[in-house]
């Protein structure tokens, strides 16, 4: 059984900034919050001296993109994609809207009129957690959609199916990411940025727009919180899949698209393709073994797993062109490698796990533990 999401990871930063990105800092704790609490409080010569604790030979993370929901619960909507969660340590995606009963729509909806707000059953929670999520990013722009209300109801949702949520700014632990690298030994950051639509496919570094809306640079983004101590970088926002990057022989996914949706995406053209990035990390924070598991969304919005690998495909192309000397390899089969094939950067697949699943069954060890505060 795998440890609990709160003994997994906690949030390290999460606010809006640099020109409409939303950012939302996951850390893998030291220590577990429940060995501190239940510690006695000694001093003087009766205080034990403290053990460091044996670092972990890895974990296994699982990311899917935006997840969009209305109307009550729907056991089918995540049903091909819970094999894939529940295999991993830490599964998180991002949640577009709220899970509640009240509240108040920040605008009347209307394409036309460009306001999108999503509501769904509370209900929900429970289903998220029985597809094998641990950990919801709210850091977007859809988390006040029916005001302050709706979102103490989603959140007291979420809290109550044991699922952690990440992105609030009541959240905040260390203001920057270079603090919470001096305190963890691994940092991952999950954004929120970028324009949208099957015209935003390609990431460029500038700064980019929706409807109006600033919506940052998120290359510039991505780089400066590798630069200050991230060693993954992943993203949602465009609703569409975008490029990989290997920045400073660190991952950065610019975009995982739509995860799951209830009739509240479309799925028009580049709209329907989608993947899971499935990363195994050591306990500094260096990439072992990377793979994408290929999804297409159908009308309604429900995932499956797509056999003819079309986003591995398109995520290959797009990295190519959007960063030619940079660029993650993506295979055939979803496997992930860097441009290089140097022995400092070659992500060599432990013996004991097998890298990468796609369209096979695989077994993938749950070997998270708490690791060590020193970094690098």
Known sequence: MRPPASALASIATAFCLFGGIALAVLLAPATTSSAVADAPSKTGSDAPKPTRPKPAAGFALVAGGDVALTGDPDEATLAAVRP?????????????????ETGSARCLASPEAGCFVFRASPGWAATLRRAGLTDLNVANNHALDYGPE???????????????????P?????????EAARRAQVVIVYMHAGAEGTDAAHVSDSEETYLGEPRGNPI???????????????AS??????????????LVAYSLGNLAGSHTLSTDGLLSDSALLRVKLD?????LAGSLIPLRLDAWGTPALDRQ????RLIGSLSRQDFPANAMRV??????SPPTSTPSSRIRPPRDTCWPFVLRRAKVANSARCVSSSRR
Do not use: K
């Not at 709706?150 to 609030?168: F, I, P, V």
């Not at 009541?170 to 270079?178: A, E, P």
């Open 84 to 100: 894939f969660f529940r295999r991993a340590d830490l599964a998180i995606a991002n949640l577009e809207g709220t899970l509640a």
């Open 150 to 168: 709706a979102q103490r109801e989603t959140l007291a949702a979420l809290h109550g199916e044991h699922l952690a949520y990440d992105g609030l």
């Open 170 to 178: 009541g959240q905040i632990t260390f203001l920057l990411v270079r």
């Open 220 to 234: 510039a983004f991505a780089h400066a919180m590798v630069d200050a101590g991230a060693d993954l970088v992943f």
């Open 237 to 250: 926002g465009p609703h569409v899949l975008r490029a990989m990057e290997w920045y400073r022989n660190r």
């Open 283 to 287: 306990a500094r924070g260096r990439l």
């Open 309 to 312: 690998g079309a986003s591995l």
């Open 331 to 336: 295979s055939a089969t979803g496997h992930l």
